[in-house]
T-cell receptor, first 109, second 116 residues
Framework: SQQGEEDPQALSIQEGENATMNCSYK?????LQWYRQNSGRGLVHLIL?????REKHSGRLRVTLDTSKKSSSLLITASRAADTASYFC?????????FGAGTTVTVRA | ETGVTQTPRHLVMGMTNKKSLKCEQH?????MYWYKQSAKKPLELMFV???????ENNSVPSRFSPECPNSSHLFLHLHTLQPEDSALYLC???????????????FGEGSRLTVL
């Protein structure tokens, strides 16, 4: 299975701190994507990194990809209360994406 | 607003009922998906339609029956469900193609299903 696994399962940080979560996967990929889900809502795409890229930035988000280790990390800098959500990595090829169980991030005011 | 609309948002049904979930996308995408999300578990891919052809059916029980009448609409027909089928059902669409990897998925807000 190409399903990613996020680590840690849960993370609690103070507002203003950085949050880092990791994703590991098993097979070769075309790209890896990160999504956010607020409680009881649909998932929202955050960032896509291709297999030939090592790092990508989008606002306060920084994603790295190490294909030799089959792992990726998502860093959220200067966290805000609105960043409280679950974060999922997704891997796949062609038309299909497989998701992990996610990392639940709580940002305390 | 993601351009993917799911109805109903909440559904309560008995084990003998027949109901349907509806999904509509206004993004011109060529692929549509049903995912099941249960508490503390990874999202489960149920069905994928690409260009209105079903290309994936992940051993989903026959009590779930998908229908894709055109590239903008996707249905999930439900009958004789079990309490363990209670979950959030998410529809998504994407513009994907062979060799370039799965494109970005645009999700609806989900249909919260409770089976009594």
């Amino acid at each position: 299975s190409q399903q990613g696994e996020e680590d840690p399962q849960a993370l609690s940080i103070q507002e203003g701190e950085n949050a880092t979560m990791n994703c590991s996967y098993k097979t070769s990929i075309n790209n890896l994507q990160w999504y956010r889900q607020n409680s009881g809502r649909g998932l929202v795409h955050l960032i896509l990194i291709r297999s030939n890229e090592r790092e990508k930035h989008s606002g306060r988000l920084r994603v790295t990809l190490d294909t030799s280790k089959k792992s990726s990390s998502l860093l959220i800098t200067a966290s805000r209360a609105a960043d409280t959500a679950s974060y999922f990595c997704a891997t796949g090829s062609d038309y299909k994406l497989s998701f992990g169980a996610g990392t639940t991030v709580t940002v305390r005011a | 607003e993601t351009g993917v609309t799911q109805t109903p948002r909440h559904l309560v049904m008995g084990m003998t009922n027949k109901k349907s979930l509806k999904c509509e996308q206004h993004l011109g995408h060529n692929a549509m998906y049903w995912y099941k999300q249960s508490a503390k578990k990874p999202l489960e891919l149920m069905f994928v339609y690409s260009l209105e052809e079903r290309v994936e059916n992940n051993s989903v029980p026959s009590r779930f029956s998908p229908e894709c009448p055109n590239s903008s609409h996707l249905f999930l027909h439900l009958h004789t469900l079990q309490p363990e089928d209670s979950a959030l059902y998410l529809c998504a669409s994407s513009q994907s193609g062979a060799g370039i990897g799965a494109g970005e998925l645009f999700f609806g807000e989900g249909s919260r299903l409770t089976v009594l």
